[in-house]
């Protein structure tokens, strides 16, 4: 039974097509700095994306809000809090570069 799950997934991995990222990386790399980089990428890529149509849905409210004071009220607290999160992405961001690179991991989080 394992030689057979083990010959499933040796056929699996060989049918992955030959991709090279952007940065001339290989996605299907066992090298763990590059599944950290990764897994680091996209996290920060969500919350700002979810930071920015968060701030968006707010502007959107309080456009259509016609002047109702708590409506304004609402939407302003949901904007702060948007930038709020985005300002706690990029210390969690810095943390984790310091972090890491504090115990020896290197590549993980770039910060240009």
Do not use: C, H, W
């Not at 890529?45 to 016609?66: D, T």
Request: hydrophobic letters at 50%; charged letters at 10%.
């Amino acid at each position: 039974m394992n030689s057979l799950l083990t010959s499933a997934i040796t056929f699996f991995i060989q049918q992955l097509p030959d991709v090279t990222l952007i940065d001339g990386t290989d996605p299907y790399s066992p090298d763990p700095n590059s599944f950290f980089q990764r897994i680091v990428d996209v996290s920060i890529g969500i919350g700002v994306g979810a930071a920015v149509l968060l701030v968006g849905a707010a502007a959107y409210r309080m456009m259509l809000s016609k002047g109702e004071a708590g409506q304004i009220k609402d939407s302003m607290e949901q904007i702060q809090n948007a930038i709020l999160g985005l300002i706690l992405i990029v210390v969690a961001a810095t943390v984790t570069y310091i972090v890491l690179n504090a115990i020896g991991v290197t590549g993980v989080v770039n910060i240009t």
